[in-house]
């Protein structure tokens, strides 16, 4: 009877030797291979130009020129913009000031019309060009976050961060699903009647419509900055809290495996910290990829509003240096929607890349 237990025994410290780290092995191959097809097929779809092997390997200047390749081709616009709207300046300058010279500057109120709407036709619509490519470019996030977050969170429920990684996928899905609806809903007519009234209280001198173009900026891009910080403080804190529940859950269940099997309980304790580390190595890199994806979908739009806001505040500066107050007006009214677009974009992007962060430090606390 002795001989049969000791036996029994020494096999099962052998196929504890054998089992608990070969199988375990094979699952992180297993689930590696399945993550990095599904995200590359993800980045394809969006045609992002990068794959989950590049990650790793992808450097601040690669990543800084692929985003000047994707910015490249729409500077040729605002420049563009600015030539005309120069051109449009010094034309009534020169205008104005032979009919100053010719009929006494009665006729100088006519002129500042004419180079208000002429400045305001050739403006006007690219701008409505660009807010609707804005919205455009939100719908196209949204698209990809609904893709990303679902590999994202079954890789951290792997790490051992249920709770954080449910958190983040309830509270990122319905965020991004919810700034895409109101995007559409609110987004486009706040800035078409920026631009409207940028127009019109540019034509009429008279009328406060300036003002309240610059209400509407301060009140939309307040309310967007107070929204997003305190929903991303929200997200962090939950996502720590959670992090560090998944942590202490983590660790129990190591030493309950530990000391419950015998024998082998602390070699199979021992396998699942390797798998888990292999698990959090993978979580961290599709984190990354998420962020770089964000970054690339959106910094080149975010850099082209900046690029045009640049061209309203030259072309301002222009207009003030030949004395046409009207357009200067104008173009400084006109920077006011652009700011707003800009601060959806940039407060979108960076719920997103923090949120991700908090939730890539937060999976590996166990």
């Excluded at 002429?118 to 490519?133: H, N």
């Excluded at 962060?357 to 937060?362: D, E, G, M, P, R």
Aim: with cysteine; proline share 3%; charged share 15%.
């Amino acid at each position: 009877m002795r001989n049969i237990i000791i036996a029994f025994l020494s096999f099962v410290v052998l196929l504890s030797a054998v089992v608990p780290y070969t199988a375990l092995a094979d699952e992180p191959d297993e689930v590696y291979a399945e993550v990095t097809e599904q995200l590359d097929e993800a980045l394809a779809e969006f045609d992002l130009g990068i794959g989950y092997d590049d990650i790793s390997a992808l450097s601040f200047g690669e990543l800084a020129a692929a985003v000047r390749d994707r910015l490249e081709a729409r500077l040729a616009a605002p420049i563009k913009l600015l030539t005309v709207l120069l051109l449009v300046i010094a034309a009534a300058a020169v205008l104005r000031t032979s009919a100053g010279n010719t009929l006494g500057g009665a006729s100088g109120s006519t002129y500042d019309m004419v180079c208000v709407m002429t400045a305001a036709a050739v403006t006007a619509p690219q701008l409505i060009d660009v807010y609707r490519s804005t919205v455009e470019e939100i719908e196209l996030c949204g698209g990809f976050i609904i893709v990303f977050v679902p590999v994202f969170t079954a890789v951290s429920v792997m790490c051992g961060g249920a709770i954080s990684a449910g958190v983040y996928h309830m509270l990122i899905l319905g965020a991004s699903e919810l700034i895409t609806e109101l995007s559409e809903s609110w987004l486009m007519p706040i800035l078409g009647a920026t631009t409207a009234l940028s127009v019109t209280g540019s034509v009429f001198p008279d009328s406060a419509l300036e003002s309240v173009v610059g209400l509407l900026k301060k009140v939309s891009t307040w309310s967007i900055t107070l929204v997003m910080g305190l929903f991303t403080g929200f997200v962090s804190l939950k996502c720590t809290i959670a992090g560090k529940a998944d942590g202490v859950a983590v660790k129990a269940a190591k030493s309950l495996i530990s000391g419950a099997v015998p024998i082998v309980g602390g070699a199979v304790s021992d396998a699942y910290a390797t798998v888990k580390g292999s698990f959090e190595v993978i979580g961290s890199n599709v984190g990354a990829a998420g962020i770089i994806g964000i970054i690339l979908l959106l910094l080149p739009k975010i850099l082209e509003l900046f690029v045009y806001r640049g061209v309203m505040l030259l072309g301002a500066a222009a207009a003030d240096m030949f004395g046409a107050p009207s357009v200067s007006k104008l173009l400084k009214s006109l920077d006011g929607g652009l700011a707003t677009a800009q601060c959806v974009l940039v407060c979108y992007s960076l719920m997103f890349v923090i949120s991700s962060a908090i939730l890539t430090q937060s999976i590996g606390q166990g």
